[in-house]
């Protein structure tokens, strides 16, 4: 049986597929119920280009969750190439509330793209979770943590940042949050004098 061989996208194919991205990102930002029809003409293609590339409006809102989670999840391994663990840590914890407020809008798109499929665990929550298991594992080793923290216990520590009104003064709540759970992660360090 012969192999099937994957064809190289075309840069011009390419180009269209990032910007229909980056236009659905803004437009269901902004409003979750932004008809597929608008976002392709923003993007500057044809239903049948949109349709090539996503086929259908669910296939897209999970394209772009994909992508900006895969975002916030990069940055763990960039921040701790040039900061010291626990630095990095708290960094990101911050990097991650600016994404999730700004990104509120986008929820309501999720939530109706999801809706009877099951949870989002599957769909972009895996470079996130490795982020802080990174994160968590660089921690560790510095003696900046209590051993034993997984991804799941971090997530749950800081499950409140949803909470938060984005619409709010939402900052100074989030940095609370977030030194209420550092001084959690340090009880019990090592390191921790």
Known sequence: MREARSTPTRPDAQRNRERILAVALAE????????????????????GTFYRNFPNREALVLEVYRYEMQQVADTAAQLLADRPADRALREWMDRLAR???????????LRAATSGHGSLAQVGH???????????????????I?????????????????QLDPHSAWQPRAARLFDLVTAGLRAGAPGAG
């Open 126 to 144: 895996g470079p996130v979770t490795e982020a802080i298991a990174l994160l968590l594992a660089a921690n560790e080793a510095a003696g900046t």
């Open 146 to 162: 209590r051993p034993g923290v997984t991804p799941d216990d971090f997530l749950l520590a800081i499950a409140g940042l949803w």
């Open 99 to 109: 994404y999730a407020m700004a990104k509120a809008g986008l929820g309501a798109a």
């Open 28 to 47: 269901l930002t902004r409003a979750a119920d932004t008809p597929v029809s608008v976002i392709a003409r923003r993007a500057g293609v044809g239903q």
